[in-house]
């Protein structure tokens, strides 16, 4: 739907601008830092974790990956 109306589904919320620049930090091979560490913790409580936010879920992925890099 963002892609074709230009339009996210999600309300532009506080909430949601915290889990865009989590998941940034994540893409970015900066899921471990401090920050995203507060973020994460942030958005579970916000939201629930990875049972109800599929973002959270596959930032895990993610960040389960960066030691394979080594």
Same mark, same amino acid.
């Given at each position: 739907?963002?892609?074709?109306? @230009?339009?996210? #589904? +999600?309300?532009?919320?506080?909430?949601?601008?915290?889990? $865009?620049?989590?998941?940034?930090?994540? !893409?970015?091979?900066? @899921?471990?830092? #401090? +920050?995203?560490?507060?973020?994460?913790?942030?958005?579970? $409580?916000?939201?629930?974790?990875?049972? !109800?936010?599929?973002?959270?879920?596959?930032?895990?992925?993610?960040?389960?990956?960066?030691?394979?890099? $080594?």
């Amino acid at each position: 739907m963002d892609r074709i109306l @230009g339009t996210r #589904p +999600e309300p532009n919320l506080e909430v949601n601008e915290q889990l $865009d620049r989590y998941v940034s930090l994540v !893409n970015a091979g900066n @899921g471990l830092t #401090p +920050e995203a560490h507060r973020l994460r913790e942030l958005l579970d $409580d916000e939201l629930g974790g990875i049972a !109800n936010v599929p973002k959270l879920a596959d930032a895990d992925a993610e960040i389960s990956f960066y030691d394979l890099d $080594d």
